[in-house]
Nanobody, 121 residues
């Protein structure tokens, strides 16, 4: 079983910054990628940022240049630094982990419980 725990989030004014953190724990053989998705009211869940085991990063166009994702060396922890926040960034942010629990099992997706980010104008 893989557990995904998020921290951070909260309320901030437009132009401000927040940091989200996520840690995966449990019976993990290999983490292929970790990242963040978000879902605003009435909208579909969308990818915000992702980092692979090779440290390759991928960002949504709407956050490129404002958000940075990085993984702590040797740890199953990622951080999302969010700068120049806009009201449009308001959403529930979910940590996403793609991992194998054994060498022979196919990778599976695991999700955190979500953390609210609210940006006031």
């Amino acid at each position: 079983q893989v557990h995904v725990v998020e921290s951070g989030g909260g309320l901030v004014q437009a132009g401000g910054s927040l940091r989200l953190s996520c840690t995966a724990s449990g019976s993990i053989f290999n983490i292929i990628a970790m990242g963040w998705y978000r879902q605003a009211p009435g909208k579909q869940r969308e990818l915000v940022a992702q980092i692979t085991s090779e440290q390759t990063t991928n960002y949504a166009a709407s956050v490129e240049g404002r958000f940075t994702i990085h993984r702590e060396n040797g740890l199953n922890t990622v951080h999302l630094e969010m700068n120049s926040l806009e009201p449009e960034d308001t959403a529930v942010y979910y940590c996403h982990v793609m991992a194998q629990v054994t060498p022979t099992r196919a990778p599976r997706q695991y999700w955190g419980q979500g953390t609210q980010v609210t940006v006031s104008s």
